[in-house]
């Protein structure tokens, strides 16, 4: 093996090395710019309790007691599986999956609804606020 | 966002997985590389040397050797064609490989080696000491278990190339060290050591029988001595020096010695009982036959002659050398035998040497510090004046072969000599048809190595 | 667009990793006239700089797999061009360009998550109709058609199609039935019924090659379904199903046909020049190049069958080195690792993207390790590097795929609108009023 043979291998590989650092890193820089799109398409919106703020942040937000639930709710009023929430073109809708309690949104017990800003959603004893993010 | 960092996590396990495959891969063919080039088509072979320097091998050919400047061990280092397969080389040749994965193929100028323990000046003059009769000779440091002599007749100069196989005479091709023959009267130090482990010394001492040139075992058959005229009564030191056949053949059926001892025994020290399948022990890569034997019944006639050293037994001459060592040694265990002593890779670094290692213990030390006292005493009464100069215990050996028509001469012993531990075996095949002595052929031996090895 | 230097950083380190390439096959390579570089390297950097111009009228919200992709798709367009004397292997270039348009195919067809769960249905069918294509136009049970001059793998195709029937929703998962005391998605068993057929066809087929790449996604699959309705991965049933997958296993392994058998239980040293030829030389090749490889065209590779597909790796280890190798495969790496740096906003997409992960590792697994005999030896091509036509486009499509996950558009099918165009809704900024009920 001669030795331009090894730098030139190793010149190639390294450019290579550098380009994949360098897309890693613009990956890294598009998770952020991702994240605000994503608010900008979700309208800032988030869920609140009393001191804890859920965000929402896909677009299928399942609402329940149960453990995987993407916003649980340790309550044994609330059902396992109680609610989702879904978003399209930027309005969050919730809709009752079957909870033995019902969904009141604004004190009127509803199966599906679009979703206003400052809302208050109640699932069995819980109350949550549907609210723009940075608002406490 | 959990049921997302679900489908991550899964993600995550696949491609963990992966790499691990891929690490794993990566540490496999780092690892087996060389052995991938030695089945590529180019590769370049290093050299194997001699204690002293002297190649004995060049895989780029390009040595120039002089004219049976290899025969005396040529059918142990081999060659690479791939005819002489229980040799050093083609069972050490990954060790000569000119490459590595770091600095890939050498072809020219590697430094990849083997270095064996051999002394090619010794073992030439052992080779010349039989005058071309047939047979071999081994011997090796019985405290560091390096192999110094190896010899082996009939032999061809594997350097110059060897073609018509069918033509050379059978046995050309390969160092009979290491296949089984019939051991003769050296089996009985192996007997010796059975009853001592049994009987103790003080037993064993006691008993003594006598011998009238003949002896009609219990089973009804004649065991013959080579003395017709008998050798009166003796006990075990005088048997074992008049190597009397009668004598063991009643020490067989003797009570105080049940054969299902005898075979545990021999199990210990590594016979196969009653199997013709040997099995193999192995030096440095080269397969080795192990002892066997064929143990019944105590008065039946193969028995006990089986544990006098003729009929069905059978011994390698490396391993009646290596037994020599646990006795000489004093501690039952066996010094294990190397050929190679260090090896370096294609960049000259050493990437092997061996370090001495010992077997199991075969039998207990005081049987051995016995066992070599006997052995002692006949070589002080019986060789002082044909190998002298040395302190050497031995004991020699007529073997039966080709159903009695013709006799090999073997001779087992080791030098009493901390600064000369040698144990050496040497085997005369059809001794009455030369004048050669396997005691003149010791002596060449000893001499030799004493000249270049101490 | 805030990420604009970013992305010409990007593109500038794509074109030095693939000018660092040409120059070393310009100073090492083995070539008879200057100008056959001279076309790669024009062909290369072409292919780099219009794609880079394409990019700009393709409105996404991340570009890290594209880069990644032209950067994958060039590299194999040198590496497929090297092999044996350089050459700028056209067929291979040309595919490549198929594989980038395939691969804006997929990115436009998989945006829309919802409309894309509400043609399941033609998945199911699709795979159907190419099953049935299989069964009646490829002759004498082998998965491949001949067009000419062209030959077609249909099961390739199937790929993608089993990807998008595999990934599923959790609004999907919440439409239960009960049948007896049970609650069961209807969907989760047709996909169970799909892959049954699948086995049987590629059983029949004798493509037990591929299959593994099916039971990969289905398993992805099979997994995010099954733990949905229980808690995260229920320890138990992960080892139950372990369990099951292996006797599976065993039992196929000890049933299997006798040339899988075969396959299995070669032993490829001691029949280098039967059924072990193409391993044994591909690890002596490996062992040849070592780590940096015995330059451009200069391997023996080239001269064994399938030296450009099924023991790809070997053939650019000699060439390239194994840190070359290495390197590819972890681009390809990072191409399925971009889900997890930046997260789809679905959980379609995210089952989706899983799928996809799945394929292209147990492709390149299957590949590489077969090759090195590691596990048995299968045809299976190495997604981006090995040549092939139907499988670089399937590639490209998937990769297309995973774009899609990271540029979703979230609107209702039944009045179908372009991402851009949809205003955010502004929420009255009204104050907020504690209704009827008190806390």
């Given at each position: 093996m001669n030795t331009l043979n090894l730098v030139l291998c190793a010149v190639a590989a390294a450019s290579l090395d550098i380009c994949a650092l360098v897309l890693i890193l613009t990956a890294y820089q598009e998770r952020n710019t991702g994240k605000k799109r994503w608010n900008r398409m979700t309208s800032f919106m988030e869920l609140a309790d009393y001191s804890v703020s859920y965000p929402l942040d896909c677009d299928e937000i399942l609402i329940g007691r149960h453990a995987s639930a993407d916003i649980r709710l340790p309550d044994l009023s609330v059902s396992r599986y109680h609610a989702i929430m879904t978003v399209s073109n930027g309005v969050w809708t919730i809709t009752d999956?079957?909870?033995?309690s019902g969904i009141f949104v604004n004190g009127n017990l509803i199966k599906t609804i679009q979703l206003r800003e400052n809302d208050v959603i109640k699932l069995g004893n819980r109350r949550l606020v549907f609210r723009r993010k940075g608002v406490n | 966002m959990k049921s997302i960092k679900r489908c991550q996590g899964l993600m995550s396990l696949v491609l963990i997985l992966f790499i691990i495959g891929m690490v794993a891969l990566v540490v496999k063919i780092y690892r087996e590389s060389s052995f991938y080039m030695m089945n590529s088509d180019d590769l370049s072979l290093g050299k194997v040397y001699d204690r002293n320097g002297d190649v004995l091998f060049d895989g780029s050919g390009k040595t120039e050797f002089e004219d049976?400047?290899?025969?005396?061990v040529g059918n142990l280092i081999g060659d690479d064609n791939g005819q002489m397969t229980n040799t050093l080389v083609s069972r050490n040749i990954k060790r000569l490989n000119n490459y590595s994965f770091n600095s890939g193929l050498v072809s020219s100028g590697g430094k990849a080696s083997i270095h064996t323990t051999l002394d090619h000046e010794a073992n030439r003059k052992v080779y010349d000491a039989f005058y071309g009769q047939d047979g071999c000779a081994v011997a090796y440091n019985y405290k560091t278990g390096e192999i110094l002599i190896c010899t082996s007749l009939?032999?061809?100069?594997?350097t110059k190339g060897y073609e018509n196989i069918e033509e050379l005479?059978?046995?050309?091709?390969?160092?009979?060290?290491m296949y089984r023959t019939v051991p003769g009267s050296t089996q009985k130090v192996s007997t010796v050591i059975a009853a001592l482990e049994i009987m103790g010394a003080d037993t064993l001492f006691s008993k003594s029988f006598s011998c009238s040139g003949t002896y009609e075992n219990k089973g009804g058959n004649n065991i013959d001595c080579h003395n017709i005229y008998g050798h009166g009564e003796q006990n075990i030191q005088q048997a074992v020096e008049n190597s009397c056949n009668p004598f063991f053949a009643q020490l067989v059926e003797d009570e105080d010695f049940p054969l299902k001892k005898i075979k545990s025994i021999y199990k210990e020290m590594g016979y196969t009982i009653n199997d013709d399948n040997c099995g193999y022990f192995d030096i440095d890569g080269i397969k080795c036959d192990k002892a066997s034997t064929t143990l019944n019944d105590p008065y039946e006639f193969k028995t006990q002659w089986g544990c006098i050293g003729q009929g069905d037994t059978l011994v390698s001459p490396i391993q009646l050398m290596m037994w020599q060592s646990a006795i000489a040694n004093e501690t039952g265990k066996m010094t294990m035998p190397y050929l190679i002593s260090y090896t370096t890779d294609v960049n000259g670094k050493e990437n092997y040497s061996v370090e001495t290692e010992f077997s199991d213990r075969i039998f207990s030390s005081n049987t051995a510090s016995t066992t070599k006292q006997i052995l002692l005493t006949n070589g002080e009464n019986n060789y002082s004046s044909l190998i002298s100069g040395y302190t050497i215990g031995v004991k020699s050996g007529t073997a039966q072969v080709n159903e009695g028509r013709n006799e090999n001469s073997l001779l087992v012993g080791f030098v009493e000599d901390k600064d000369f531990p040698i144990a050496f075996c040497i085997l005369l095949e059809d001794k009455n048809n030369t004048s050669v002595k396997t005691e003149s052929i010791a002596k060449v031996m000893l001499d030799s190595l004493s000249e270049t090895y101490s | 667009m805030s990420n604009k230097m970013t992305y010409v950083f990007s593109a500038l380190f794509v074109l030095i990793a693939h000018i660092g390439m040409l120059l070393n096959i310009f100073f090492n390579g083995n070539y008879s006239g200057v100008g056959s570089v001279i076309i790669l390297s024009a062909a290369v950097i072409f292919l780099d700089v219009v794609y880079f111009m394409a990019m700009l009228f393709f409105k996404q919200n991340t570009y890290a797999i594209d880069f990644l992709l032209i950067l994958l798709l060039n590299m194999s367009v040198i590496f497929q061009s090297c092999f044996?004397?350089?050459?700028?292997s056209v067929k291979h270039y040309i595919t490549c360009i198929v594989a980038l348009a395939s691969c804006r195919v997929g990115y436009i067809l998989c945006r829309n998550h919802k409309w894309l769960q509400q043609q399941k249905k033609y998945f199911y069918i699709g795979i159907g109709i190419l099953m049935i294509v299989i069964l009646t136009?490829?002759?004498?049970?082998?998965?491949w058609i001949s067009l000419g001059p062209i030959t077609i793998q249909p099961s390739e195709f199937m790929k993608p199609l089993f990807v998008l029937a595999c990934a599923t929703s959790i609004a999907e998962q919440q439409n239960k039935h009960k049948i007896l005391k049970f609650h069961v998605v209807y969907e989760n068993f047709a996909l169970f019924g799909l892959m049954a057929m699948i086995f049987l066809l590629q059983w029949w087929c004798r493509d037990l090659g591929s299959l593994p790449t099916f039971v990969a996604i289905y398993a992805c699959g099979f997994l995010l379904r099954i733990c949905y309705p229980k808690a995260k991965f229920s320890k138990n049933k992960l080892i139950a199903a372990g369990a099951v997958l292996l006797v599976v296993a065993i039992i196929g392994i000890k049933f299997a046909p006798s040339y899988v058998q075969d396959r299995l239980h070669v032993d490829i040293w001691s029949d280098q020049s039967g059924g072990g030829y193409q391993q044994s030389q591909a690890l002596i090749g490996i062992a040849n190049g070592g780590w940096f490889g015995k330059g451009p065209g200069h391997g023996y590779l080239h001269n064994i069958f399938a030296h450009d597909n099924d023991i790809v790796f070997a053939t650019i280890s000699e060439e390239w080195g194994l840190l070359y190798a290495l390197m590819m495969v972890f681009v390809i790496l990072i191409i399925v690792m971009i889900p997890l740096i930046n997260p789809p906003r679905s959980y379609f997409h995210a089952t989706m993207a899983t799928g996809i992960c799945a394929s292209f590792a147990v492709q390149m697994a299957l590949n590489i390790f077969g090759s090195c005999n590691m596990i048995p030896f299968t045809g299976v091509t190495i997604p981006f590097i090995s040549s092939g036509g139907s499988s670089l486009m399937v590639s490209g499509l998937m990769a297309g795929m995973l774009i899609a996950c990271q540029s979703p558009v979230f609107v209702q099918t039944k009045k179908p609108k372009k991402k851009k165009s949809v205003q955010p809704v502004n929420y009255p900024q009204q104050q907020y009023i504690p209704r009827r009920e008190s806390y």
């Open positions: 999956i079957g909870s033995k | 049976n400047y290899l025969i005396d009939p032999s061809i100069d594997v005479r059978s046995g050309t091709l390969m160092s009979k060290n | 044996g004397g350089v050459r700028l136009l490829t002759g004498s049970r082998s998965m």
